[in-house]
């Protein structure tokens, strides 16, 4: 793996030759620095500016493909042209349409149901927080003590165990956060695929920028199309072919993209 701006020349010279970008990136810890609660979290002035301008920007189709809920990265990432992908690409809206994986939405009840019994399981755990996102839900326990957390991940498993054992959820790791998520087989990289293949145009390409588990998905679906793959952060076994140091780098490769295309 390269560091991108080590190999710019290179880069550069790529998106300038591309007619248009499909550009995806992620939310937390890619544009946007991890805070301890996932509310905390907020999408900087400089960013949302970028943003925008990408967005009406020609060369680019901007995408913001995270793991949050719909509704809830729209209100963070108050940008108007954009396309979001939530729920790790279970939920797509894209020019005003609203797509839901079908066999997604069994899940709800049963998202319902444990989201209910965590709530009341995990009172007595100070700082761990759960978000409820429907068609899935994630349990973060990055302010939770040390001492403590082991209890949590076991009353945490005891719950979700024979729904596991059922197929009837799938269970994914992330930076601090367990996640209960549908039996199926779609993820962040399905979800760019899906993009993809609505957005197809003569002369484009695909440039995807994540720092998580989830989203080696998506890197290694833009990898087998030819698409550039950036990791923001250290992820040591990352598939993505570029990385950048951090979410300050991401900007100044969002800032350079437009200057490009400009
Ligand atoms: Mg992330």
């Known amino acids: 793996?390269?560091?991108?701006?080590?190999?710019?020349?290179?880069?550069?010279?790529?998106?300038?030759?591309?007619?248009h970008i499909l550009l995806c990136a992620d939310f937390d810890g890619t544009i946007t620095p991890i805070k301890p609660r996932?509310?905390?979290?907020?999408?900087?002035?400089?960013?949302?500016l970028l943003l925008a301008r990408l967005s009406k920007n020609k060369a680019f189709t901007v995408a913001i493909v995270t793991g949050r809920s719909l509704a809830d990265i729209k209100k963070k990432?108050?940008?108007q042209g954009l396309i979001f992908a939530?729920?790790?690409?279970?939920?797509?809206?894209?020019?005003?349409?609203?797509?839901?994986?079908p066999q997604a939405k069994k899940i709800?009840?049963?998202i319902s149901k444990l989201g209910r019994a965590l709530r009341t399981k995990i009172?007595?755990?100070?700082?761990?927080?759960?978000?409820?996102?429907?068609?899935?839900?994630?349990?973060h326990y990055r302010l939770v003590n040390l001492k403590k957390l082991r209890i949590l991940r076991k009353i945490f498993l005891q719950l979700i165990n024979p729904y596991l054992a059922q197929g009837e959820i799938r269970f994914t790791l992330g930076k601090k956060v367990w996640e209960v998520r549908p039996p199926i087989d779609w993820d962040k990289g399905r979800a760019v695929l899906y993009l993809v293949k609505k957005l197809r145009q003569k002369g484009d390409s695909i440039i995807y920028l994540?720092?998580?588990?989830?989203?080696?998905?998506?890197f290694r679906a833009v990898n087998k199309i030819g698409g550039l793959s950036i990791v923001?952060?250290?992820?040591p076994n990352s598939c993505a072919k570029y990385y950048l140091k951090n979410t300050h780098d991401a900007q100044k490769f969002l800032t350079q993209l437009q200057l490009i295309k400009s």
């Open 232 to 235: 923001v952060g250290k992820r």
């Open 1 to 19: 793996m390269q560091y991108l701006f080590g190999d710019w020349a290179k880069v550069d010279k790529r998106v300038l030759q591309t007619k």
């Open 77 to 79: 990432v108050p940008v």
């Open 123 to 139: 009172r007595s755990f100070s700082g761990a927080v759960l978000e409820e996102k429907e068609l899935s839900l994630s349990l």
């Open 108 to 110: 709800i009840p049963l």
């Open 86 to 101: 939530g729920n790790h690409g279970l939920e797509i809206l894209y020019k005003n349409k609203k797509f839901v994986y």
């Open 210 to 218: 994540g720092d998580d588990t989830t989203d080696e998905d998506a």
């Open 38 to 48: 996932p509310q905390q979290a907020i999408l900087g002035k400089k960013t949302r």
